[in-house]
């Protein structure tokens, strides 16, 4: 049964969505391969989270077991990898889950998960930005005896502008418009030198080891030392009474729910669907094979960080750097801060370009103005969309302090878990004939837990986290029923007519008339 044009759940046709691709004034450069995906996929993965949560996650939540959460939070995100991978490669095009939910669940929904992943990307962008900003001035004070002025150093360090962020992000904006080709290869040197710094931690972190700092690997489980109450509390807690617990084995997923911003970003990659040379066999190995060597590399790193330094001594802004100096090895901790600070660049440009892709994707559909759909005509590269936000959030990150808007990036990205395994059930159900060169395994088993597995970590989030990201859908829904709705393409018959029949050129008019 077809859906009428006029619902908001009119569904957009896995072969018309391919068939915009084809557009010339709309269609982007295929350049990537199956490693250059996985080259982004390692290169926004490994970040932020590695180099600071391992420390916070050890010290407060599960001691040497945290390697254990990695792998509870690398499991959730394999789990919605294996769906991305069908989608990925069963709908070629760019938008990522927006796409996605275009195909298999209608358009209202997917302009909610569209509106959601602006959201994510833009703040995931400034908030790396910012933070790479802080290792940068960090290193210069230390190492070059440079200070930048209070009023450049951004509100976090108590100034007003951010210039660093300001100007990284303005750098990416031009490497991005110049074409994914650049940037994958930019991506690619960057990788290897953030990926050089993890495998020095492992293999020089083996000779530090001391077996004692492993007793006990899952610590006795205690009550949290402070506890945390009203529109602060985990949602979970305010709805079951349920009180989350430091240590022990349900310390174990209370932490996992907190690293799991390591892994945010390999979602990233379903986002060049359409710029990939051959999607049907590349976008399942660029996602899974990038999810699987993080997560290695991970338990790996929590593995001899708590090996090296008891859990209740670690740092936790620094826990690489200061593992090493604590066995008297500063220039091991040099190095990584040094790596850290490289690592970030690859983080902030592949959200950025996973925002403009998903921005792009919208703007073609008419949900967003079709301006922004323009591709250059040398590049290929949907310009206009990426100059507009990359000035925005060049902005965003050099004035506001992002410490509280940060906690949307978790709750953006594992909202669109849910709807991406939810579209997998509906398209095997309404499209079983589409040909599936890769297919999510036990369905729709498979999916359900992902879903659940999804809707734990979320409940596990603040209350206000939930209120500000309901504020924002809230927003969404308004601008979609005021604009993108009356704008749509496929709401105007131009994809196709309710019936299925293309719809009739208009006829010229009579003599006379």
């Given amino acids: 049964m077809r859906t009428s044009l006029n619902s908001p759940f009119r569904t957009k046709s896995v072969e018309q969505s391919i068939r915009d691709t084809e557009e010339p004034e709309h269609q982007l450069r295929k350049s990537l391969s199956a490693w250059d995906l996985t080259i982004f996929g390692v290169g926004v993965i490994i970040g932020t989270g590695i180099f600071v949560l391992t420390g916070i996650a050890a010290r407060n939540n599960a001691g040497p077991a945290t390697a254990l959460s990695f792998v509870a939070a690398g499991v959730v995100c394999a789990l919605a990898a294996?769906?991305?991978?069908?989608?990925?490669?069963?709908?070629?095009?760019?938008g990522s889950a927006y796409t996605f939910s275009y195909a298999s669940i209608g358009e209202l929904p997917a302009w909610i998960i569209g509106w959601d992943l602006v959201l994510e990307f833009a703040l995931g962008t400034a908030v790396v930005a910012v933070g790479w900003s802080g290792y940068v001035r960090h290193l210069m004070?230390?190492?070059?005896?440079?200070?930048?002025?209070?009023?450049?150093?951004?509100?976090?360090?108590?100034?007003?502008?951010?210039?660093?962020a300001f100007l990284l992000v303005l750098a990416l904006t031009a490497v991005l418009v110049v074409g994914t080709k650049l940037s994958a290869r930019i991506t690619a040197i960057v990788v290897a030198?953030?990926?050089?710094?993890?495998?020095?931690?492992?293999?020089?972190?083996?000779?530090?080891?001391?077996?004692?700092?492993?007793?006990?690997?899952?610590p006795p489980a205690q009550p949290q030392a402070e506890t945390v109450s009203g529109w602060h509390a985990p949602l979970v807690q305010?709805?079951?009474?349920?009180?989350?617990?430091?240590?022990?084995?349900?310390?174990?997923?209370?932490?996992?729910?907190?690293?799991f911003f390591a892994f945010i970003g390999f979602d990233v990659v379903a986002t060049a669907a359409e710029e990939t040379k051959n999607p049907q066999r590349d976008m399942p190995r660029g996602i899974l094979g990038s999810l699987l060597i993080c997560t290695v590399l991970y338990v790996a790193v929590t593995l001899v960080v708590t090996g090296m330094q008891h859990y209740t001594q670690m740092s936790p802004t620094a826990?690489?750097?200061?593992?090493?100096?604590?066995?008297?090895?500063?220039?091991?901790?040099?190095?990584?801060?040094l790596g850290a600070a490289v690592g970030l660049i690859t983080v902030s440009m592949i959200l950025l370009l996973g925002q403009t892709r998903v921005f792009f994707a919208m703007s073609r559909d008419g949900l967003l103005p079709r301006v922004f759909s323009v591709t250059h005509p040398k590049y290929r590269t949907p310009y206009r969309a990426t100059i507009l936000l990359g000035?925005?959030?060049?902005?965003?990150?050099?004035?506001?302090?992002?410490?509280?808007?940060?906690?949307?990036?978790?709750?953006?990205?594992?909202?669109?878990?849910?709807?991406?395994?939810l579209g997998v059930i509906i398209l095997r159900r309404t499209r079983p004939d589409l040909h599936r060169s890769f297919r999510t395994p036990w369905v729709p088993v498979l999916p359900i837990v992902s879903i659940l597995a999804s809707l734990w970590l979320m409940l596990n989030l603040p209350a206000d986290t939930w209120l500000r990201f309901g504020i924002w859908m809230a927003i969404g829904f308004v601008v979609y029923f005021l604009y993108s709705r009356g704008?749509?393409?496929?709401?105007?018959?131009?994809?196709?007519?309710?019936?299925g029949v293309p719809k009739a050129p208009p006829q010229p008019p009579a003599p006379g008339v």
């Fill in 319 to 337: 826990p690489l750097a200061e593992a090493f100096k604590s066995v008297g090895q500063p220039f091991f901790a040099g190095a990584i801060s």
């Fill in 238 to 259: 305010l709805m079951f009474g349920y009180e989350p617990t430091n240590f022990g084995v349900m310390g174990i997923f209370t932490a996992a729910a907190l690293v």
């Fill in 193 to 218: 030198i953030k990926v050089t710094v993890v495998l020095l931690v492992i293999v020089a972190g083996l000779f530090f080891i001391k077996a004692d700092n492993y007793s006990p690997f899952v």
């Fill in 82 to 94: 294996l769906c991305y991978a069908e989608f990925a490669s069963t709908v070629p095009v760019a």
């Fill in 487 to 499: 704008h749509s393409r496929l709401g105007k018959g131009l994809e196709r007519t309710e019936a």
């Fill in 391 to 421: 000035v925005a959030i060049a902005f965003l990150a050099g004035f506001t302090s992002l410490e509280k808007l940060a906690e949307l990036v978790n709750i953006g990205t594992l909202f669109a878990f849910v709807v991406v395994a």
């Fill in 141 to 164: 004070e230390t190492n070059l005896g440079w200070e930048m002025p209070v009023a450049l150093s951004g509100p976090d360090a108590g100034g007003s502008f951010d210039l660093l």
